[in-house]
């Protein structure tokens, strides 16, 4: 699941734009092992979800309890080298994932942090990795292989202890000031709490698209894929923002999903399910931001036949307004409305400390358990990071999410809670 990604679409399309003002990239490169980063990033996270007695049917059957609770290290490592000079830069990238089970036992495992053996306990620890190779040409870059990706088509996951990787191609061009491209082929997708290749069986995703910065406040985003038996997607964005005084600003944000089924028409990746899909899912969003206070309203709709589908294209692959903590307020005919609040307490002397709060509220929605179905989501997010010494950027979280639907609209309960203790070290060592 996404929350609320406006500002990176503009970041990417800054980062995209600034190298341009002198020299391309690679008339800038000092070579493969001058240039070379070696990060790792140290995330301890707890994670329980408990369903208040109202489990899954499944989970009676499976011996399974209705508070499932782990606890677990995990270690992303990510290796960039710089590019060779020349008119074709060539270089490497690596990445090393390694989870550690610190807690969990048998009936408590189900989070998505580790993978879960047939006695439905948590594995111990399990680990992967892989490589790609990468070109570039000017301000264009060719990268083959392993890779993390932030499409709004094909976008990895990274809400557990791991992150989802891809494999594939992705061709990324900035030769146009404003102007970040994208193409993309890829044929490998694996889960966070999975190690084997392709583990969600993505058999074949095509990506075209871009995303162009018309001024410094107004950027539109514009891609297509295609995931054989399952879909085509378009999406599009439109993100304003409004500088009202020094201290205040208005942004605005527009997201549209366009998915119909293609192929054999798959909707999820975990089972031969056929579907039929072939609909809308759209959010705008208006946040006003006064110094430490951001307020957020934002509304979300889904038309057409089905839910808005994603998953064996990305765990992340869905910028919408309303997908946050738990729930995606993605049903059919869903219609969903969000408040929301943020407090930045630098404004009070405290720079690295955050406050967030949001409540969602879903209608009419149409799934296979219920027709006509409300849902109900509220978060609460608190995090702060260091801002020297040290130990500066080390960060402590919590996250907690209350989901109710008196339907039962997803989940197959009616009542959950969730728990996140996130505590995040990043690490440079190259």
Known sequence: MRVMKWS???LAVAAGTSQMAFAS???DAKGFIEDSKLDVKLRNLYFSRDYRNSEPASYKLQNRRHDQREWGQGFIGTFESGFTQGTVGVGVDAIGLLGLKLDSGRGYSGTGLFPTGSDYRSQDDYSKGGAAVKFRISDTVLKVGDQFTALPVLATDDSRLL???????????????GLTLHAGHFTALNAQAETEHDSLHLKQADVFGGTYAFTDSLTTSLYYSKVEDY?????ANVNWALPISANQGL????????????GRGLQRA????????????????GAYNIGAHTFTIAYQRVTGDGDYGYGVDGGGTVFLANSIARS??????????????????????????????RYVRGTGANTATTNNGTEW???IDVKYVLQEGPAKDLSFRVRQATYRSSDGVYYGSGSLDELRLIVEYPLSIL
């Open 8 to 10: 990176m679409i503009a």
């Open 25 to 27: 990239s690679q008339d």
């Open 163 to 177: 992150p989802e990787t891809v494999q594939g191609a992705l061709l990324t061009s900035n030769e146009i000031k």
């Open 231 to 235: 879909w085509r997607k378009y999406y």
């Open 251 to 262: 942004v605005f944000d527009f997201n549209i999903y366009d998915t119909k089924s293609d």
């Open 270 to 285: 975990e089972k031969d399910e056929i579907t039929k899909l072939d609909n809308r899912a759209y959010s705008l969003s």
């Open 328 to 357: 995606d307020f993605n049903a059919e005919d869903e219609k969903s409305w969000q408040a929301r609040y943020d407090l930045n307490f630098a404004e009070y002397g405290i720079p690295g400390l955050t406050f967030m709060t």
């Open 377 to 379: 989501e509220r978060d």
